[in-house]
């Protein structure tokens, strides 16, 4: 009896998890630069909440938008 592995199901997941992460690194980055932009020049963010840092609004605006990414249609 010989076991045969499906590469393919093993491999696609790791590629998505990379690719998200990859997408999800990119914007995370330009939502905290925006932040702290806003932060340094006194404008308040239109949807960060009250109390909330520049890292936890860009963490939750990248989570909001990087699955809109891999929606497959």
């Known amino acids: 009896m ?3 592995t499906d590469h393919k199901n093993t491999v696609q997941p790791l590629t998505e998890r ?5 997408v999800f690194a990119i914007t995370f980055l330009w939502f905290f630069i925006c932040a702290v932009g806003c932060r340094l020049t006194l404008q308040p963010l239109a ?3 009250p109390g909330e840092t520049c890292f936890q609004s860009a963490k ?3 989570y ?3 699955p809109y990414a891999f929606m497959r249609i």
Do not use: C, E, M
């Not at 990379?18 to 990859?22: G, M, T, V």
């Open 47 to 49: 949807n960060s909440l």
């Open 60 to 62: 939750r605006s990248a």
């Open 18 to 22: 990379l690719q998200f992460r990859f």
């Open 64 to 66: 909001s938008l990087v």
């Open 2 to 4: 010989s076991v045969t």
